[in-house]
């Protein structure tokens, strides 16, 4: 065979033919592992063996329990075993009855009030009885002590009617007391348990619902009536007209003496999706 060159579409099919047989990914499924070309194509797969291993048993070997595992992280190294013992101040340490205390011997006494002795560790060591002088000399009185019912000028025990009156006081309660009442911020005059407010120089609603009155629409400003109309009579005029002036749809109120232009209906339309599209051109 001649000597020849590798031109570009050559080039091209040689690459297409590496890709095929080329090595190019791994995908896993399960226990199957695949190897799969640098095009996709599938190259060979490996199946891993599935492997069960029980836990272990008294009589068989096998995989330690989280609850094993716990149990043993919980043991210290080189630990004994250590048992409850039913011998008073005993355990019991790998089956073996271990004292590990002794109470100490106490005094006994019989049922009564007493005065005691204790050592270091808390034992009592020494019982005597207490007589009438030990509870005199605490400050006690050795005489029945009576108290009064309290007063205004003294003390004294709380009668049951005061209980009943406190009982019916709402905790932090204040003396019911008034003490200022105020309108805009001027201040009304207390006379004993009543407060007057004078509302006669404020707008009622049905005044302000009646405050305005649309009579209807005009073609133009000079065809608005000279006679008759009443303060609140509003009308819509159609036309502009310079010489007021006034503008396309406004209206006026009759103010009791003349025509008061208010302003004029303002229309609002919603943006298309057009006109929002254009926004991103």
């Not at 695949?34 to 194509?41: E, P, R, V």
């Not at 007063?151 to 019911?176: F, Q, R, Y």
């Not at 303002?266 to 254009?278: L, M, P, R």
């Amino acid at each position: 065979m001649s000597d020849v060159f590798l031109d570009y579409p050559g080039l091209t099919h040689y690459d297409s033919k590496i890709k095929t047989v080329a090595g190019g990914s791994l995908s896993i499924s399960n226990r199957t592992i695949t190897l799969n070309s640098i095009s996709g194509a599938s190259l060979g797969n490996v199946v891993i063996p599935e492997t069960t291993i029980d836990l272990a048993t008294a009589s068989k070997d096998g995989l330690l329990s989280k609850g094993g595992y716990s149990k043993l992280a919980g043991i210290s190294t080189g630990a004994n075993k250590v048992e409850d013992s039913s011998t008073n101040g005993a355990i019991k340490i790998d089956g073996v009855e271990t004292t590990v205390y002794s109470h100490p011997n106490g005094k006994a006494v019989t049922s009564g009030l007493y005065k005691i002795t204790t050592n270091a560790t808390g034992h009592v060591t020494a019982a005597t009885a207490v007589a009438k002088a030990d509870i005199t000399g605490l400050g006690i009185p050795a005489e029945d002590t009576t108290y009064d019912v309290v007063s205004s000028s003294a003390n004294g025990l709380m009668s049951s009617a005061m209980l009943t009156k406190l009982n019916g006081i709402e905790t932090s309660a204040d003396v019911n007391v008034l003490e200022s009442v105020s309108v805009n911020g001027s201040a009304l005059p207390i006379t004993s348990k009543g407060v007057n407010i004078d509302l006669s120089n404020y707008a009622l609603k049905t005044d302000i619902s009646a405050a305005v009155k649309y009579k209807g629409q005009v073609d133009s400003y000079s065809l608005l009536p000279t006679s008759g109309q009443s303060t609140g009579d509003m009308y819509n005029v159609v036309a502009a007209d310079t010489s007021v002036p006034i503008n396309a749809g406004d209206n006026v109120v009759w103010n009791g003496e003349d025509w008061d232009i208010l302003s004029g209906t303002v229309e609002f339309g919603a943006i298309t999706n057009a006109q929002i599209d254009s926004l991103f051109a």
